[in-house]
């Protein structure tokens, strides 16, 4: 089996990949994109561990993460289609009404 | 699996996870980003992690990259053109994320990180050990989960209807104009 160095390498330069997402892209779908990167990079650790202490515990969190992703997902799609209708933009920076 | 298909496959997966923070069309970046689903999850079935393999195969690069995909398609989202941005805020971004798996690198590292390792029980990682865990030890959490994917359903629909005698603002703003 590959050393768990390895892997938890992997995951930590996806979640890193992730969070550059968040920060540089200014478009809100693909900074959504970006959050599920970061999930996915903390699925993969959970599972190189889980598999190495010999616990399920470690899949079933991956489990329940993949659901809450799902209704995020839904969720978030959701609020970023009520935006596009009122301001016809999926531009972060456009969204300025609330700052002072 | 045998090490080198390991190197290959998160090669791959780096490769398609930047793919999707610098691609500058929508559709592109979720390609990539499927892509990065899919090799986890062969990644995952490597670990010994069948079942949760298929999963995330079936639900995430199935089921959510097709939400994705409908709110692309139902946007009519282009290829983002004119100026790029703030550099600043790239360049400032790129360093704070490169810091972050350095320190995420050596946080991770064996010296700090204790596991004792174990040899795997017979049938891990089957539908079989996956659900006797799920509806045992976490049972409260997976009956909670179907409260949280109908408070989902609810808000959703909630979120995206148009509220009955508000006209459509985009019609409103093409009728003003």
């Given at each position: 089996?590959?050393?768990?160095t390895?892997?938890?390498?992997?995951?930590?330069?996806i979640?890193?990949?992730?969070?550059?997402?968040?920060?540089i892209?200014?478009?809100?779908?693909?900074?959504?994109?970006?959050?599920?990167?970061?999930?996915?990079a903390?699925n993969?650790?959970f599972?190189?561990?889980?598999?190495?202490?010999?616990?399920?515990?470690?899949?079933?969190i991956v489990?329940?993460?993949?659901?809450v992703?799902a209704?995020?997902?839904?969720?978030g799609?959701?609020?970023?289609i009520?935006?596009?209708?009122?301001r016809?933009?999926?531009?972060?920076?456009?969204?300025?009404l609330?700052?002072? | 699996?045998?090490p080198?298909?390991?190197?290959?496959?998160?090669?791959?997966?780096?490769?398609?996870?930047?793919?999707?923070?610098?691609?500058?069309?929508?559709?592109?970046?979720?390609?990539?980003l499927?892509?990065?689903l899919?090799?986890?999850a062969?990644?995952f079935?490597?670990?010994?992690?069948?079942?949760?393999?298929?999963?995330?195969?079936?639900?995430y690069?199935?089921?959510i990259?097709?939400?994705?995909?409908?709110?692309i398609w139902?946007?009519n989202?282009?290829v983002?053109?004119?100026?790029?941005?703030?550099?600043?805020?790239?360049f400032?971004g790129?360093l704070?994320?490169?810091l972050?798996a350095t320190?995420?690198?050596?946080?991770?590292?064996p010296?700090?990180?204790q596991v004792?390792?174990t040899?795997?029980?017979v049938?891990?990682?089957?539908?079989?050990?996956?659900?006797?865990?799920?509806?045992?030890?976490?049972?409260?959490?997976?009956?909670?989960t179907?409260?949280l994917?109908?408070?989902a359903?609810?808000?959703s629909?909630?979120?995206?209807?148009?509220?009955?005698?508000?006209?459509?603002?985009?019609?409103?703003?093409?009728?003003?104009?």
């Open positions: 089996m590959i050393p768990l390895y892997m938890m390498s992997l995951s930590a330069v979640f890193a990949i992730g969070v550059a997402g968040v920060i892209r200014r478009n809100i779908l693909v900074m959504f994109m970006s959050i599920e990167l970061m999930l996915n903390v993969l650790a599972i190189a561990i889980g598999s190495r202490l010999g616990s399920m515990d470690g899949q079933v489990f329940f993460v993949m659901t992703a209704a995020e997902a839904a969720v799609l959701g609020i970023i009520s935006i596009f209708r009122n016809e933009t999926v531009h972060a920076d456009d969204l300025t609330m700052r002072w | 699996m045998p080198f298909l390991y190197i290959f496959l998160g090669a791959l997966a780096v490769v398609s996870a930047l793919g999707v923070i610098i691609q500058r069309n929508p559709i592109h970046s979720l390609l990539a499927i892509a990065t899919m090799t986890v062969i990644l079935i490597g670990e010994d992690a069948v079942v949760v393999g298929f999963l995330q195969i079936i639900v690069a199935g089921a990259m097709v939400l994705f995909l409908f709110v139902l946007l989202l282009q983002e053109t004119g100026p790029t941005g703030h550099l600043a805020l790239k400032f790129s704070a994320a490169a972050l320190e995420l690198f050596f946080i991770l590292a010296p700090h990180l004792k390792f040899h795997e029980p049938g891990y990682g089957s539908l079989a050990s996956l659900a006797g865990k799920l509806f045992t030890d976490y049972l409260v959490a997976f009956e909670v179907s409260v994917l109908l408070a359903v609810v808000g629909v909630a979120l995206a209807r148009r509220l009955p005698g508000t006209d459509d603002p985009r019609a409103a703003r093409k009728a003003a104009s």
